[in-house]
């Protein structure tokens, strides 16, 4: 499962890919972190962003790219991965849709978690405002100021992100004021929409609680046309005998082809008797 989360600050991204991880057992790709472990590793690509990085440059795309396609190779994004940060443009996405075909793979959604601008600003006042009524310290990123530079520093360079992917039918939108687990329901029902999870089979765990009455009835059931088959052998050699006794006592007189036969009917008769009980 290969997933990208859009959306503004504020509507949940950080919390739905928390959960996503939790749930589905894939890995959050951060680019600052991919960044500081390629650096730390001494990778090529990482040298070359350290080199870029301590001269005060902001590291290139095909620098990230580079990061990202050495960090999805590993072990634990076998299973999927969520990107956090990238893409951010346009050149970026379509950088990441190249690194994609050339692994042979797959995005499995674009999520947007779509709010409302005005109301995330208005909850960041009402927070701000009550922690200064406690007495509590307020983050310096945690204002409607800064969260009004973030929005519109988000309209210009990420939303444009939302056609990019809107145009080549990958995008999905969910409501992101609904209540967390709201939300969650949401994507879940989505991804499964999708195709990107399969759901669950209930055949084994319903096999796995079938009651043990149940099971000896079954074995019961399939018993009883073998016992029936019995009795109907034994009624039958019973009759056979009953025949016989009757051919050796019958009068001389009597003709014993007669006799023969009147014993072999009454032995059918009998054991289609039986055997119908």
Known sequence: MRIILLGPPGSGKGTQAQLLLQRYGI????????LRAAVAAGTPVGLKAKEIMAGGGLVPDEVVVGIISDRIDQPDARHGFILDGFPRTVPQAE??????????????AVIELRVN??????????????????GEEVRVDDTPEVLTKRLASYRSLTEPLIHYYSERRKLSTIDGMMAIDEVTRA??????ALGAIEPKSHNRSAAKSAPAKTVAKKAKAAKKPAKTAKKAEKSAKSAKKTAKKAVKKAPKTAPKRAVKKGAKKAAKKVTKKRAKR
């Open 27 to 34: 890995v959050q790709l951060s680019t600052g972190e991919m």
């Open 95 to 108: 950088a990441l849709d190249e690194l994609l075909k050339h692994k042979h793979m797959k995005l499995d």
């Open 117 to 134: 601008e005005s109301a995330l600003l208005s909850r960041v006042e009402t927070r701000v405002a009550q922690m200064r009524e406690r």
């Open 187 to 192: 994507i879940h029902r989505l991804l499964l």
